[in-house]
């Protein structure tokens, strides 16, 4: 008689646990970009954290001091970043917002000079200019990319969400962490930060690790557009290091407009372009992603191309930028709480 109640409540248990589960996937499903935000935040309160961590280390300033220091001198700097670059970032985006439907025109007559590229040029919409045209890009690369996070809220005001959430997490990361391993069992709490540290180390060498990727591919395809004389190359070599956020996928992004710009230049201009982009991306993969995965973090390349693609189906955009830093973060809890506490402690 008393093993009913207990096989009842065992199968209460797991129904409501069940239904829980899959509350919390259509809710993940459901609010996506929120979640997504919050990540955002997330990894912004870590550079701000490994920022002071540094600063206070160095120096004989408070944690808390030293997170303000730093939020001063990242606005400074930012702020003096734009204040010198603007003119001619500015400059250059309104011309190449006017250059862009000009090559795609020229493009267009070109490929219908050939059999097959009257065939390619049957799929595509017969007034492109309405895609590209000047009043759709003029609002500037900047502002393009903020649009990324959301198209209700506007770019900005999520960007102002990822900030503010990012400080506050920075702020006081001790009362957040602690906070969070108080909803489990006692017995599981040690474990549990350390896990979250590991989390932090992981996300912190991501960081480290792409911020160098993103400038050098940036600096060197700007260098080299200019060499070559393509128009642009500032522009042109920022939106390569801003798209090289995304491995896989955005340097692929960022060659589509380097081609149409070099297009007026001739064929021998547009293939020395794709080969400067092919270059730069064997550089990037062959020679500095091997040396800084030593050094920072790995990910599994074939891994992460899933990832992106699954994110980016289930999720959309946002799924496909923050898929690198979320794989790595996943990958550390698997291989902690899964592969050494789960199955090496069966053997």
């Known amino acids: 008689m008393e093993q009913t109640p207990s096989f009842a409540r065992r199968v209460a248990t797991a129904a409501f646990i069940s239904l829980l589960m899959l509350a919390l996937f259509l809710l993940v499903g459901y609010a996506a970009n929120f979640f997504f935000l919050v990540f955002g935040g997330i990894i912004f309160a870590v550079v701000i954290s490994a920022l002071s961590h540094f600063v206070s280390d160095k120096t004989s300033l408070s944690y808390s001091l030293s997170v303000a220091l730093v939020l001063v001198l990242l606005a400074v700097l930012i702020g003096g970043t734009i204040w010198l670059l603007a003119p001619v970032v500015s400059q250059q985006a309104d011309e190449l917002a006017t250059s862009l439907p000009k090559a795609f025109d020229q493009l267009r007559r070109t490929l219908s000079q050939t059999k097959w590229g009257q065939k390619l040029l049957a799929g595509i919409p017969q007034n492109p200019g309405q895609l590209l045209s000047s009043d759709n890009l003029g609002k500037g690369v900047l502002s393009q990319m903020t649009g990324v996070f959301s198209s209700t809220l506007g770019g900005l005001v999520n960007i102002l969400i990822v900030v503010i959430t990012g400080i506050y997490l920075a702020s006081s990361p001790d009362n957040y962490r602690k906070g969070f391993v108080k909803l489990f069992n006692p017995t599981y709490r040690n474990r549990l930060l350390n896990v979250m540290d590991k989390c932090y180390d992981t996300l912190k060498n991501w960081f480290i690790s792409r911020s160098i990727t993103m400038t050098v591919v940036g600096v060197v395809t700007g260098a080299g557009l200019a060499i070559l ?88 955009l946002a799924g496909v930028l923050f898929a690198s830093p979320l794989i790595a973060v996943l990958l550390v809890i698997v291989q902690e709480l899964y592969i050494k506490d789960r199955l090496e402690k069966q053997r």
Do not use: R
């Not at 128009?231 to 340097?251: D, M, S, Y």
């Open 229 to 316: 004389g393509v128009p642009f190359a500032i522009v042109l070599g920022i939106i390569a290091g801003i798209l090289n956020f995304i491995p896989n996928l955005g340097p692929y992004i960022a060659l589509a407009p380097a081609l149409l710009v070099a297009l007026p230049g001739g064929i021998s201009q547009v293939l020395y372009v794709f080969i400067l982009y092919m270059g730069v991306q064997s550089l990037e993969g062959y020679v500095l992603t091997p040396l800084l995965d030593k050094k920072f973090v790995s990910l599994p390349p074939a891994l992460l191309l899933f990832g992106q693609v699954l994110l980016g189906v289930l999720v959309g």
